[in-house]
């Protein structure tokens, strides 16, 4: 069993950053897979980026190519995202997640073990 807690969304103007972190309960959080997914009502969870468990692999969605940096620091358990020249189209409730193995890049929400209960980030003027 994985616990994953993600903190650092909040409210931003268009044009700002914001660093996500998600921290991670146990011992096997470098054996696994992360990625990052956001969601907005009604709505499925779209796939954002991932990492594979060395952070050899890292993936993105084209939406934010570019502007998205996921990492992570097994050391520490944690996981990030940071999130540079941010939108309004940015804004979305953000979750973290792992998996011990994935099939195919990008990954599927349904293809992730443990989740976080995510986070807010806003993105208004």
């Known amino acids: 069993q994985v616990q994953l807690v993600e903190s650092g969304g909040g409210s931003v103007q268009p044009g700002g950053s914001l660093r996500l972190s998600c921290a991670a309960s146990?011992?096997?959080?470098?054996?696994?897979?992360m990625a990052w997914f956001r969601q907005a009502p009604g709505k499925d969870r779209e796939f954002v980026a991932g990492?594979?468990?060395?952070?050899?692999?890292?993936d993105y969605a084209d939406s934010v190519k570019g502007r998205f940096t996921i990492s992570r620091d097994n050391a520490k358990n944690t996981g990030y995202l940071q999130m540079n020249s941010l939108n309004p189209e940015d804004t979305f409730i953000y979750y973290c997640?792992?998996?011990?193995?994935?099939?195919?890049?990008?990954?599927?929400?349904?293809?992730?073990?443990?989740w976080g209960k995510g986070t807010l980030v806003t993105v208004s003027s």
């Open positions: 990492i594979s468990s060395s952070g050899a692999r890292t």
């Open positions: 146990g011992r096997t959080f470098s054996m696994l897979s």
């Open positions: 997640a792992v998996a011990w193995y994935i099939s195919r890049w990008p990954p599927t929400s349904m293809g992730m073990d443990y």
